[in-house]
């Protein structure tokens, strides 16, 4: 059973204009009027969630542990005749960025998670490492206290259009002892009311409590550190209810 992250072709599928439309006013309205100017996503897999930024005037870089990945974000980025520099390293060693800080240093796409708690904060002192002084660390995540809570196990997707291919996605969640999570993404895709292509994926998680990353941002120096639901614009504004987050916090 393969990883999603190496079918980057997959992964996008379910990208639109409409939906980066809609990330691109999450991230205006939750950046607001904080000045940041150089971003960068140390878990950027093709873009998605962070491309849209470069139409909010931001300059952009990028890391990711997968080559492709970065092999599609930069086929993106060079479509939309904004090419911006690309690094392939896991993001628990970003020396690839030397001594460089950026106003503001974010991982996208629930990629905390697919490490260790330990190496959640080893990531997270790499991240601080490269912002600015005033600068601002960022991440999102699903919101594991909520899964873990209810042991959900089915999470549905709306269908959607490739072409003339309607595709069906269903993650099926499943429980493990040691309290980590097995992600299992199951694709059909239908032509004519046939399915005419299945693909499955297997992901690993290790979910982690918010009390353990705002204890470890308060001791790096940051203060304070602001979550909100994502996308920000959502009703709903009880933690224990949100399905996924964001949370920013500034250095001091």
Request: net charge negative; aromatic share 12%.
């Amino acid at each position: 059973m393969g990883q999603l992250y190496e079918r980057a072709e997959i992964y996008d599928l379910i990208e639109s204009e409409q939906r980066t439309a809609s990330i691109r006013k999450d991230w205006e309205m939750f950046l607001g009027e904080r000045p940041i100017k150089t971003f960068l996503d140390v878990s950027i897999g093709t873009g998605g969630m962070t491309l849209p930024l470069q139409e909010l005037g931001m300059e952009l870089f990028g890391s990711d542990l997968s080559e492709a990945m970065l092999a599609r974000c930069r086929e993106k980025a060079l479509a939309k005749q904004k090419p911006f520099e690309l690094q392939c390293s896991d993001f628990r060693d970003l020396s690839c960025w030397g001594d460089r800080q950026f106003d503001c240093v974010a991982s996208t796409g629930n990629a905390l998670g697919y490490v260790p708690h330990e190496d959640v904060l080893k990531t997270l002192e790499e991240m601080d490492a490269h912002v600015k002084p005033g600068g601002y660390l960022c991440f999102d995540s699903r919101n594991w206290e909520k899964i873990q809570r209810e042991k959900q196990r089915f999470y549905l997707y709306n269908p959607f259009f490739h072409g003339e291919t309607r595709v069906n996605l269903v993650q099926v969640w499943d429980h493990n002892p040691d309290g980590s999570l097995v992600f299992n993404l199951l694709y059909s895709f239908e032509q004519d009311n046939r399915i005419v292509q299945k693909e499955i994926f297997e992901e690993h998680y290790h979910p982690f409590p918010l009390s353990l990353v705002e204890k470890k941002l308060k001791a790096l120096g940051y203060s304070p550190m602001e979550w909100q639901p994502l996308p920000c614009f959502s009703q709903e504004r009880d933690f224990d209810k949100v399905d996924w987050y964001r949370v920013i916090a500034q250095k001091q």
